[in-house]
Structures are given as structure tokens and as C-alpha cells.
């Protein structure tokens, strides 16, 4: 959704159609136009859109070639009238996307079907040039907390790798420079995605695959950007509650 354009009810809407590719609404999905003019036959891969928070006119797409390994991304600066791809964007599945006022965070890994390869990308010049930030081979959601955009949330899944003791949930509050490993007490690996509490940002609820809501709740100090987990306990449903004891 474009919040910068028209009113509640009446916005833009952008929609990623896996085989079918990007689709554009002005009247808040009343009616939709494609709109896949430079994707050519890429558009069947079309997978995750979001648009720039400072510019209504650019959008990013991240491709989902299941293994093919296309050069991922593209990018539209006319609100989606055409695209190009980012030729220096690393080749691979793009399974998430953030925006925000230090860049551009995409995670990449090297097939959505079975991977073994990946991680989180950052960009500062719009895509021009991009640097991995996060090794971590399938970062499934990435996301910054409202109101501070150098505090970051990236969800990691373990998909087929069983077994292996991989962290799944990592937290930075320098813009990606660093990262602290939260996942100590989530003992469900599979996560489709994690978002801060947009009315309490001490809060992450973390959406598992089959292992339930998880919410967590952390605690940074502005001034020296110190991570302090407080805990991690289940949804209602689940009648657990496990203390952190890492400070």
C-alpha cells in the first residue's frame, strides 16, 4: 500500500501475483490493471513489492525463480509503469524485503525449494551496489521498528535443515552493522514472520509454522543501544512460560 497517496479507503495498492506478476489498484482493489512492462517473462516470478516510504514512485520486486538463480530484483521509478533489474543485486530467491531511511534490506537465499546459501543484503544508494550483512541462508522476513530505523528484526527459517542448530531470530539496533541472536527460549524454528508491536515497540510476535504465536519482549536503551531480553512465552493456548536468562 502507498500511505502517501489519497486518503484512508482510497489508496494505491500494489500486488505481487506469483505466475501472473504485478498488479495495480487506485481505487483501493476495486479494479486492477498489470502492470509488467521490462519483467518480460520474469513476471511469472513476481513474489514481494514494497514501495519506498520517501519516494511513492519507486517499488522494489523481488523474484522467486525456485532455484534458477536470476539476478532477483527489480526496480520501478515510475510507480510501476516500467522495470528494470538491478544488475549488481546478488543472483537468488528473494523471500523479504524492508525499506527505510538507511537503504534498501533484502534476504536472498540460493533456492526457495531446498537451500543451503543466502543471507540478509543491504544497499545504501538505492540499489546500486549491495553488501551482505547477515549470513544466514533464508532470512524470511525483514523489518524495522516504527519510529527508529536503525532498529531491525530479521526472521530466519531452518526449512529442511533439522536438526542443526541454527538461530532463527535476529535483532540490531545499529542499522544491520550488528546483530544480537534473540531465539534463546523460541523452540519453534519454522517462522513465517516477525513484526514489532506498533504500539508497544518492546514487543516482537513471532508467526510460526505449526508451532503457534510467539511474543517476546526486549527492552533497548537509547543511549548506548543495549539489547536486554526480557522473555519469550507462547500464545494463550499454549500454558508455557520460558524465562531468558541471557542479559
Known amino acids: 500500500m502507498d500511505k502517501q497517496s489519497g486518503e484512508p479507503g482510497s489508496r494505491i495498492l500494489y500486488a505481487a501475483a506469483f505466475h501472473y506478476g504485478v498488479y495495480k489498484s487506485t481505487n483501493s482493489g476495486e479494479t486492477w490493471i498489470e502492470i509488467n512492462n521490462g519483467l518480460g517473462t520474469d513476471k511469472e516470478y513476481a513474489w514481494e513489492i514494497i514501495n519506498d516510504p520517501s519516494d511513492a514512485e519507486i517499488l522494489y520486486l523481488g523474484l522467486n525463480s525456485r532455484g534458477a538463480g536470476l539476478i532477483g530484483l527489480y526496480k520501478s521509478t515510475n510507480a510501476g509503469e516500467n522495470w528494470e533489474v538491478l544488475p549488481n ?64 528484526l ?14 532463527a531470530l535476529f535483532l540490531s539496533t545499529d542499522g544491520g552493522n550488528n546483530w544480537n541472536d534473540i531465539s534463546t527460549g523460541l ?11 506498533k504500539h508497544n515497540t518492546n514487543e516482537i510476535f513471532v ?8 511474543k517476546y519482549k526486549i527492552f533497548i536503551s537509547s543511549v548506548k543501544s543495549t539489547l ?14 520460558l524465562t531468558l536468562l541471557q542479559l
Open 207 to 214: 508467526c510460526t509454522a505449526g508451532g503457534g504465536l510467539w
Open 228 to 241: 536486554l531480553p526480557s522473555r519469550f512465552f507462547v500464545s494463550q493456548n499454549y500454558p508455557i512460560l
Open 154 to 167: 530479521a526472521a530466519g527459517q531452518q526449512w529442511y535443515r533439522i536438526g542443526e542448530d541454527i538461530p
Open 187 to 197: 523452540n519453534h524454528t519454522f517462522i513465517n514472520s516477525a513484526r514489532f508491536n
Open 89 to 152: 543485486f546478488p543472483a537468488g530467491d528473494v523471500l523479504s524485503i524492508d525499506v527505510n531511511s538507511n537503504g534498501i534490506y533484502a534476504g536472498v537465499t540460493d533456492n526457495f525449494n531446498w537451500n543451503y546459501t543466502g543471507g540478509l543484503y543491504h544497499s545504501s544508494d538505492r540499489g546500486d551496489s549491495w553488501m551482505k550483512i547477515l549470513d544466514h541462508s533464508r532470512i524470511a522476513d525483514i523489518t524495522s521498528m516504527p519510529g527508529d530505523d536503525n532498529t531491525l
